[in-house]
């Protein structure tokens, strides 16, 4: 079955932070700083849908490592054209067995309650669901995949993390070799990288020559 697992996207959260703390790892020089903002800005323009796809794998293998679920597979991320109203979704599969566990193990009045919460009609919204659980179908198979995005958001735990605290935690393995296997997914950055060690290089030699001259 087609799911959604919960993932706050890349606009605004915790994983475009790692993405940009990424991206200045790569022009970081021996000193410690940025060797050239310009062409960090530039880094930062280059294509990363492949990044984000990579990025999302691991997030779905350590998501399934973290909650056991031997059937969870990445299928795909979905990014919206804006992010005026919606954020990237990561698209999975699950087994319908490893699903009817999950609903199995969610307990029922913090779904109820979630569901709730979520799903209450107010003004200016109107939900496609009903806030009762009560009306769903019995067999979460059955459910629509916004519903069982719902039903994973309180399994997960996560439903009252604003910050994206758990969800960063999910991705601190892949952080140490990030610059590693972002690289193979942004092929332009490394011309950037040749280019900013020329720079600094460069720099260091018109220091040096400075120093030279007053010494003299």
Known sequence: MKIHIPFSGFYGTVHGDNLDECIHQFFRNEAGGDSNDGLVHRAQECCFQHFFVEYSRRYTESFSTEFGLSTLNFLALQSPRE????????????GGMELMQIRKNVEPRALAAYVKERLAPANGFLPFYSDDVADWPDDVVNWDIGQI???MEVFAGWHFDLDGYEEYDLMEDS????????????????RLCKIGDYVYKRSLRSTKKLVDSVCE
Not at 83 to 94: K, P
Not at 177 to 188: L, R, V, Y
Request: proline share 3%; with cysteine.
């Open 83 to 94: 992010y005026n109203f919606i954020t990237d979704r990561i698209v999975c599969d699950i």
């Open 149 to 151: 995005y719902l039903l």
């Open 175 to 190: 952080l140490d070799d990030m610059t590693e296997w972002a690289g193979e997914c942004i092929p332009e950055i490394h």
